[in-house]
């Protein structure tokens, strides 16, 4: 590693415990009478308690958890995978990029992750992309300093609320990270619009790859997290890398590929600390491309903290992107949601109804709606109408996995400019208890989050709503419109 990065590992992310006050709620266990707040994931309070967990390079886990149930496990176990698979052979990657010492390893794995995705297409674009993590990290809405926003680190939420709401992502040239102080960042011309992102878990053992390989196979590259110690568990020569005993996360790369018999002894870092069998992801980092092979390198399925869910809750810890348009698809977004989902909250039953009121800019037809479901095989009407009590269903499906999604309306709604109008969303949620994902403000890393009354509403029957800001103030549902 370079005195740099070894600097850089040497100094813990700051003490967020003193910047984030913890919500006191508790789990809901039976339907309530008033909604609840989710309690936050037990592997972000782990990292926010013992800083040593996201020492230096940058990742943190997601404070909301999402769910995978079996049905989708299934699903995946039925698809033709081959036993290895290479994105760089298939031409599906963006050159590699350096992170420069800085905490902001999420922001390069998820732009390498909405790059890969657009050279899946068919057929692949005209110009390779090449999009701006550096003003993804400066315009994420998250933290109250630029100090902070390149040295504390940060999760797949905050880069899929930035692009959920059409802050990017921008051309690489309109705002480089040649300096991560420089003033100033572009607002724009933003280049696609991201309508859809599936959020996972992690891996429940070494052998649960299906899922994530059908995902690679689909979108490309795949945002993960992993706890990263090279300079004890990197074999060089090969290079590759197992850790047998370390749990948590701390940096953010992406999977790019596999091999089922990529050989144990590979991974000679320690000799005594073998893994189990052979099998190894291809894994991306962004430490340039003087770094690993490429910038590349080995992590064996049987490394203790490589994607995989830790036993402390779900760290909706992979993420892909599997729905990158064009930024002429829609005309308008209407939204307050700036960071995304930073909580979620429910009557302690699977069933909730959440609402948003905006005012119309223009004469415009209302297309679609997009939401966060947070675990698979989520059903979900789409509602939308003039006022809460004149509400009509525009749209329904089932989700097959968590995630980000956007849902053309099959019955559009017109509006007058000036005028208020309403949608809203039914969620039912197998196994989640707090279906419904906010915008929660927190004090430090969420204090931008702002509400006002009469915006957004939540509801346990769709007839009878409450202002969420009178139940958690400064915080909306999270729940956008789009106009043609």
């Known amino acids: 590693m370079t005195t740099t990065r070894r600097a850089a590992l040497a100094i813990a992310v700051s003490l967020l415990v003193a910047l984030f006050a913890l919500p006191q ?32 390079l940058g990742r943190m886990p997601s404070p909301v ?25 298939l031409g599906r990657l963006t050159p590699i990029k350096d992170q420069m010492g800085y905490s902001t390893c999420w922001a390069f794995a998820n732009i390498a992750a909405v790059e890969s995705e657009l050279l899946s297409a068919t057929p692949p674009p005209a110009v390779t992309p090449d999009y701006s993590e550096d003003n993804l990290i400066a315009r994420s809405g998250y933290f109250g300093s630029a100090r902070a926003r390149y040295n504390d680190g940060g999760y797949d939420f905050m880069a899929i609320a930035y692009f959920a709401r059409w802050a990017g992502p921008l051309l690489e040239s309109d705002d480089t990270y040649t300096d991560p102080r420089q003033p100033g960042h572009a607002a724009g011309p933003v280049q696609k619009h991201v309508q859809g992102v599936i959020m996972l878990p992690g891996r429940s053992g070494p052998l649960d790859n299906d899922l994530v390989k059908q995902l690679v196979m689909e979108n490309g590259a795949l945002s993960v997290g992993m706890y990263f110690e090279p300079d004890a568990y990197l074999a060089s020569a090969t290079p590759s890398y197992f850790d047998p005993s370390k749990e948590g996360e701390n940096h953010g790369v992406d999977i790019v590929g596999w091999d089922d018999d990529y050989p144990a002894t590979n991974f000679d870092a320690h000799p005594l600390n073998e893994p189990a069998g052979n099998g190894a992801y291809l894994v991306r980092n962004s430490w340039g491309s003087d770094w690993g092979d490429g910038g590349y390198f080995w992590v064996s399925y049987y490394d203790r903290s490589f994607a995989m869910e830790q036993g402390l809750g779900g760290d909706g810890g992979m993420s ?41 800019a223009a004469d415009q037809t209302i297309s679609a709606a997009s939401f966060y479901t947070l675990a698979a095989g989520t059903q979900y009407q789409v509602w939308a109408g003039r006022s809460l009590k004149s509400l009509k269903p525009r749209a329904r499906s089932t989700t097959d996995l968590p995630g980000y999604v956007t849902v053309p309306l099959t019955s559009t709604l017109a509006v007058r400019q000036g005028k208020p109008f309403v949608v809203a969303v039914k969620l039912v949620s197998p196994g989640e208890s707090f279906p419904l994902a906010i915008e929660y403000p927190r004090a430090g890393w969420m204090a931008g989050a702002t509400a006002q009354k009469g915006q957004s509403f939540i509801s346990r029957n769709g007839t009878t709503w409450t202002d969420l800001t009178s139940l958690y103030r400064g915080s909306n549902v999270c729940l956008k419109a789009f106009a043609q």
């Open 65 to 89: 958890e999402v769910k995978v149930g079996a049905a989708a496990q299934t699903r995946a176990a039925r698809m033709a995978i081959p036993t290895a698979y290479d994105l760089r052979i």
């Open 320 to 360: 892909s992107y599997n729905d990158v348009e064009d930024a002429t698809n829609y005309s308008h977004e209407y939204q307050y949601d700036k960071l995304g989902v930073t909580s979620n909250v429910g009557y302690g039953s699977t069933r909730v109804w959440g609402a948003n009121r905006f005012v119309a």
């Open 25 to 56: 709620a508790a789990a809901a266990t039976v339907a309530t009478a008033q909604p609840e707040l989710a309690p936050l994931s037990p592997a972000f309070v782990e990292a926010l308690h013992n800083p040593v967990v996201t020492l230096g």
